[in-house]
């Protein structure tokens, strides 16, 4: 085992020199001063003291109420979670604050989740009562919460999300924008345990996926729709054709030669029956622009989920292939996600994950009762498209069903 | 600090009402108070992105630190005469501590370091896990890492075609049910594998994820090449009288999570026998005893989950290695699939390092470019991994069900008398 500091390193007390780093890096000598490799600070110096003593002691929890969990350790020590949603980008100064509210309560110890929420911890119901109260009344200016407590047990808990348009250069849409407009709306059920089960969402900008929008209860996806535009005086000069031909998963590029402006320019050809829209190729070529205002939008995909609790982890499906962006406050995306969450909540089973449910009403009774329009482009005519054909006849006569009596 | 230039942003604005913390509030707050050009810069570009529904960062640009392949991402605008502040806007990676547990004094510290060389604005956390700062130029990269070594003691993460930086779960630092030192094990491994962390050697990026229990709080099976459950493999703990006290409606099912609707009194049998994945649990009435056949338990964690005052994983604990999972770019998307079962995971991990360096190896030297390890696998036949490139013994747990298709790649060698054979001698049997 890695040896344990038992306290914070001492250096994080010295203040920061903003003099420093000039006065050890040398340009010419850029191996001078050089530190590389060293990792990680070590997490255990980082853990609050009662978390150290009961380290791999803990013998059980309790959710005192949303955003509240009660840990009891085997030592007979209890430690007291308040879980806080945060918008993950932020300031340092919203960090500072963060700083600020552990440093009164928590010694200064502090900890994240997965799902971008922040994790404060006290030893005594005294200062639990202290620090919610605390929390409730921090706001930002214009009236939102700073650190919203909930986030636990049958709840909405803090969206995983990408970057979108603060920071990527492929996105179909934005994300803290649209979290922050799905949030606003679900606001309820983050604090309080009236779902069925957990309810995970997610979003990711592009196809690219930086988290694991897949396998989400409920989560947005942003996608193209247009096929990428050539710029042909460009493309040999920034890009490697042969890459960027290989990197069409469904072989859709060729190579060209092209006259540009009386000279013969090497460039790639698009056969734009074939593009999928999945952007991997301006990935791998900046003179292919995929991304487009009307082009682009978000598909919502449902029924995933991570956790091998009842049934194994799930993909999420695609339910609705496409929804403009509409910025600032993506109405039609939020309508439908606060519609899917509300009809999952009247008719699941307790315990029932969203795709739980789905499965066991079957697809056809989800569309149903969601009124989401059922299109084609949502049977599967990718690969492994037959896995997902109906080979029974296992199937409920929802009103899609219209009785066929004669056939021309 | 001259004059600041700030932009009308009616569309942002926008979104500092409602009840969740809003980015923009916060942001707009600390460039005020901080004067941060770059940080009103930046409103406005996006401001101009909501008003075209388009993004105004241009492709790329490879930037980076002496000696390192990865941890720093290139990002320039498009729009650089209307946001000069932010005309070179790169991401810096920092390595999470695992867990993602921190002090304030170290906190405090990296804030004051962002202030002085970045925009101040930053992501905790990235969804890989590193601390993300969000937009700085290519000048003050050095001096950022020399920060980060020298005054933070800490160091960039992953990106690009190498290893990005490992994830956990909060293990054993808090919950009751992590299998495994979810933290020392990431740690172990960060701190071993810092080569292939910072020089990007490998055909495309590699996850690792690592989990204390079935029920996956970081998603690694989702979302690493490399996905570490924790597991038991001997019998639930149970504690009778605390099940017995779920039922007679002392202990609050699921630990309170279903607190605000009304679901009726705890019914031991609807809510844990009946869902029980395999049915291998039995609630005497009569004697008010639980009873669960172990060997045909597949640990979902439910029963668990349900009473965590009266039920444990058990204490055989261990780890099952799955790999492959992966986001839908380019065949699709892909979750990890077993490859082993059952694996002891104690300081310092060897085993688990050499399995890692016995993969990479194979996938260094046969994955394409731009292949995640998931489509290695399944180009080259999960059997043939498992096999011939692990050494590992075929096993039922591999799979959720045998081949349909008896197409099957024989072996030369395991077919009698080999596959050279006589056409004369065939003909002497059968005449054309």
């Not at chain 2, 996006?46 to 990002?75: A, C, P, Q």
């Not at chain 2, 293990?171 to 933290?183: A, N, Y």
């Not at chain 2, 970081?218 to 779920?246: C, H, L, M, N």
Request: proline share 7%; hydrophobic share 35%.
């Amino acid at each position: 085992m890695s040896e344990r500091p038992e306290r914070p390193d001492p250096i994080y007390s010295q203040p920061y020199d903003p003099t420093l780093a000039e006065k050890l890096y040398n340009p010419q000598k850029p191996m001078e001063n050089r530190v590389t490799d060293i990792g990680p600070p070590h997490y255990w110096q980082f853990l609050p003291p009662v978390i150290q003593r009961n380290y791999g002691k803990w013998k059980s929890h309790e959710i005192l109420q949303p955003g509240v969990i009660k840990y009891k350790s085997q030592t007979g020590e209890v430690v007291y979670a308040v879980r806080c949603g945060t918008p993950r980008l932020e300031s340092t100064d919203y960090v500072r604050e963060i700083c600020e509210i552990a440093d009164k309560y928590c010694d200064g110890y502090v900890r994240w989740t997965t799902r971008n929420n922040v994790e404060f911890h006290v030893t005594d119901e005294e200062k639990l009562r202290a620090l919610l109260e605390d929390l409730k009344g921090r706001k930002m200016p214009g009236g939102s919460y700073k650190y919203p407590v909930g986030g636990t047990g049958a709840s909405v808990t803090n969206i995983v999300h990408t970057q979108g348009w603060i920071h990527c250069h492929t996105p179909a849409t934005d994300a803290s924008g649209v979290v922050k407009a799905i949030m606003d709306e679900l606001f309820e059920y983050f604090q309080s345990h009236k779902l069925p089960a957990q309810v995970r969402l997610a979003l990711a900008c592009c196809l690219n996926m930086c988290g694991a929008v897949h396998c989400s209860d409920i989560a947005v996806v942003g996608i193209h729709r247009k096929p990428p535009l050539v710029e042909d005086e460009r493309l040999e000069k920034v890009c490697e054709i042969p890459l960027v031909i290989a990197s069409c998963p469904l072989g859709a590029i060729k190579p060209a030669t092209v006259e540009v402006g009386g000279e013969k320019r090497k460039s790639v050809r698009v056969n734009v029956d074939r593009c999928m829209f999945c952007g991997n190729c301006y990935t791998m070529c900046p003179a292919m622009p995929i991304s487009d205002g009307e082009g682009d939008g978000l598909a919502l995909v449902v029924g995933g989920k991570v956790s091998n609790r009842i049934t194994p982890p799930t993909f999420s499906k695609v339910v609705i292939p496409f929804i403009p962006n509409e910025p600032p406050r993506w109405p039609t995306t939020v309508k439908w996600i606060k519609k899917i969450l509300e009809i999952y909540s009247q008719n699941a089973r307790k315990y029932e994950r969203v795709g739980d449910w789905i499965q066991r009403i079957g697809w056809e009774r989800f569309f149903e009762l969601t009124d989401i329009p059922f299109t084609w482009h949502l049977i599967d005519d990718y690969r492994l498209a037959y896995d997902t054909y109906r080979t029974s006849v296992h199937f409920k006569f929802t009103s899609h069903v219209e009785t066929v009596t004669e056939f021309e | 600090m001259g004059e600041v230039k700030k932009h009308e942003t009616p569309l942002m604005d926008d979104l500092k009402s409602g009840p969740w913390p809003s980015f923009v509030d916060d942001i707009y707050n600390y460039a005020e108070k901080k004067k941060k050009q770059a940080c009103f810069d930046i409103m406005g570009q996006m401001e101009l992105s909501y008003k075209n529904r388009e993004t105004h960062w241009k492709h790329g640009g490879i930037v980076g630190v002496f000696g390192y392949g990865g941890g720093v991402i290139g990002r320039y605008s498009d729009q650089q005469e209307m946001f000069p502040s932010i005309w070179a806007f790169h991401t810096v990676r920092v390595n999470q501590p695992a867990a993602k547990w921190y002090h304030s004094s170290a906190l405090r510290k990296l804030c004051d370091m962002w202030d002085h060389r970045g925009s101040g604005i930053v992501n905790f956390h990235g969804s890989t896990g590193d601390i993300i700062l969000l937009g700085t130029v290519t000048e003050q990269l050095e001096y950022i890492f020399y920060d980060l070594g020298h005054q933070l003691k800490m160091d960039l993460g992953g990106s690009g075609s190498n290893l990005r930086t490992p994830e956990c779960c909060m293990g054993m630092s808090r919950c009751e049910w992590s299998c495994i030192d979810t933290q020392d094990i990431i740690y172990e491994l960060t701190m071993a594998f810092q080569d292939e962390l910072h020089r990007p050697a490998f055909p495309y990026k590699f996850k690792i994820k690592v989990s204390g229990c079935p029920n996956d709080c970081v998603a690694a099976i989702a979302r690493s090449d490399f996905s570490v459950i924790g597991t038991w493999r001997d019998k639930i703990k149970i504690d009778q009288d605390a099940v017995r006290a779920y039922v007679g409606g002392e202990l609050k099912p699921n630990a309170g999570a279903h607190s605000d609707r009304d679901w009726g009194p705890f019914d031991i049998k609807k809510e844990v026998i009946d869902l029980c994945p395999t049915k291998c649990m039995f609630w005497d009435e009569g004697q008010k005893k639980l009873y669960i056949n172990d060997a045909e338990c597949n640990r979902c964690m439910h029963c668990i989950n349900v009473m965590p005052e009266a039920l444990w994983p058990g204490d055989d604990r261990g780890a099952v290695i799955l790999m492959g999972a992966k986001a839908p770019i380019l065949d699709g998307a892909q979750l990890s699939t077993v490859i082993i079962p059952f694996m002891k995971l104690e300081p310092p991990y060897d085993n688990l390092k050499n399995l890692l360096y016995k993969v990479w190896d194979y996938w260094m030297e046969h994955g394409k470019n731009r292949e995640r390890l998931g489509e290695t696998i399944q180009r080259i036949g999960l059997n043939r991994f498992i096999v011939d490139v692990l050494g590992l013994k075929p096993l039922p747990q591999h799979v959720k069900e045998p081949r349909s298709n008896p197409y099957i790649f024989w072996k030369e060698e395991e077919v009698e008398g080999g596959w050279t054979r006589d056409v004369a001698e065939f003909r002497k049997r059968h005449p054309a």
